[in-house]
């Protein structure tokens, strides 16, 4: 067999290839080795994560580093596997973050958030009047994507707060207005209609996306979605 060539040698112990991903296992199970196991075993993984200077970090995964990784619990691999997408996110994540409905108390609230706001940033705003249970379901639906769309900026207002009360009559309402980079992007006068009586986020969020106006999930939201799902199960 040929030498490793130089390039191989000089593998920056960050190195993202599978040999990388070996490297940066053993650490994290060098970092999560429980005091309470037997001396034997916390030397053998302190080994595993520290490998001889000869080795580098390409050497290869030893059949018994192997069964070891096998032999751990789902927990431990679960947690490796949310903090390397937690990583990744913070990598390519970009923008402010919001997470929560903002209210806008005027008319030049509303002009100010839509020109001013980050042309990579998508602004939903909701325009509802009290007392229409339609737009009280709206403001709730909106509350959860919020939550789960922390790089979008939802928005509400009551339609009189606009000033512009006259455009935006009970038929109307509620009415959902899309922006970004100061253009409008989706004008939905009566959104409910498209939804039956009773209707939840995952209607809101649907009929947006069939438009293309909501950005992919992000990374923490879908691991945290996954890990309680298995809890479940």
Known sequence: MSAPN????????????????ITDWRRFKLDSVDQSLPQKKRELLRQMSTPREDDKANRK???????????????C??????????????????????????????????????????????????????GIKECE?????????????????FCRIDAVATGAAERFSSEVLPTLLVYKAGELLGNFLAITKHFSEEFFATDVEAHLNEYGLLPEKEFT???????EADQVE
């Open 61 to 75: 995964m030893s059949v018994q580093e192997y069964e070891m990784i096998q032999d751990e619990d789902e927990h």
């Open 221 to 227: 939201a879908c691991m945290e979605d996954h890990d």
């Open 77 to 130: 691999l679960k947690r490796y596997r949310k903090q390397c997408m937690q990583e990744m996110h913070e990598r390519l994540s970009f923008g402010p973050k919001f997470e929560t409905v903002h209210e806008l108390e005027s008319g030049e609230a509303f002009l100010e958030v839509i020109e001013k706001e980050h042309r990579l940033t998508p602004v939903i705003v909701h325009i509802y009047q009290q």
């Open 137 to 153: 379901q709206m403001n709730s639906c909106l509350d959860c994507l919020a939550a789960e769309y922390p790089t979008v900026k």
């Open 6 to 21: 130089q390039e191989e040698q000089d593998l920056p112990s960050n190195f993202t290839g599978p040999k990388g991903v």
